[in-house]
């Protein structure tokens, strides 16, 4: 069975401080590891991650693929109280069978 | 552009009644996701839809579930006879290719099973 573990849980911390999020995976027939930001409703896409050491940049946010140890990074710096939210890792797996398995997610909350 | 728009954003039935939800994915987008998202279980796909046609719907949890997608603009997901523990947000969401682009996700339907 596919699987998808981030890490830490939760994390709370002032604004300004760089957080980085962790996601480990073990499924079958790997594609693409993505990251997803969820607020109050919908998940909105970050980043979509398919080949290893290749960082994706957007303003503050950052990420990393590492396929030979399973994992990823996601990094935010100089946290603002914008960036609360559950982060949420998937990776993406499957052939015409494609299907996203989602980790728990990591609650930030980022306080002023 | 308009994303993918859901209704109803929220329900509250009582057990047994049957409950519709209705998706309509992104323009042009030709896959269809169906997920649940709880406490307890996190997103979990229900349902993947390719060309209207549906490819997996293994993770659609029993009988009582059943969903369609009778054109490329318009899916429904439906529980006949609803139960409390079907109480949870449901997600559509929508992408090209083959499901292997990003999806996005509408803002889903709060699902109250009383």
């Known amino acids: 069975e596919d699987k998808v573990v981030q890490s830490p849980l939760s994390l709370v911390v002032h604004e300004g401080d760089t957080v980085t999020l962790n996601c480990s995976y073990e499924?079958?027939?790997?594609?693409?590891l993505l990251w997803y930001k969820q607020e109050k409703k919908a998940p909105t896409f970050l980043f979509m991650l398919?080949?290893?050491?290749i960082e994706k940049k957007s303003g503050r946010l950052s990420s990393i693929l590492d396929k030979k140890e399973l994992f990823s990074i996601l990094n935010i710096t100089a946290t603002q109280t914008g960036d609360s939210a559950v982060y949420l890792c998937?990776?993406?797996?499957?052939?015409?069978?494609?299907?996203?398995?989602f980790g728990k997610g990591t609650l930030l909350t980022v306080n002023p | 552009d308009a994303g993918v728009i859901q209704s109803p954003r929220h329900e509250v039935t009582e057990m047994g009644q049957e409950v519709t939800l209705r998706c309509k994915p992104i323009?042009?987008?030709?896959?269809l996701f169906w997920y649940r998202q709880t406490m307890m279980r996190g997103l979990e796909l229900l349902i993947y839809?390719?060309?209207?046609?549906?490819i997996d719907d293994s993770g659609m949890p029993e009988d009582r579930f059943s969903a369609k997608m009778p054109n490329a603009s318009f899916s429904t997901l439906k529980i006949q006879p609803s139960e409390p523990r079907d109480s949870a947000v449901y997600f559509c969401?929508?992408?090209w290719g083959q499901g292997n682009q990003p999806q996005h996700f509408g803002d889903g339907t709060r699902l109250s099973i009383l």
């Open positions: 969401a929508s992408s």
């Open positions: 499924v079958t027939n790997f594609r693409s």
């Open positions: 398919t080949s290893s050491g």
């Open positions: 998937a990776v993406g797996s499957g052939g015409s069978n494609y299907k996203l398995t």
């Open positions: 323009s042009g987008h030709n896959s």
């Open positions: 839809f390719n060309n209207n046609v549906p």
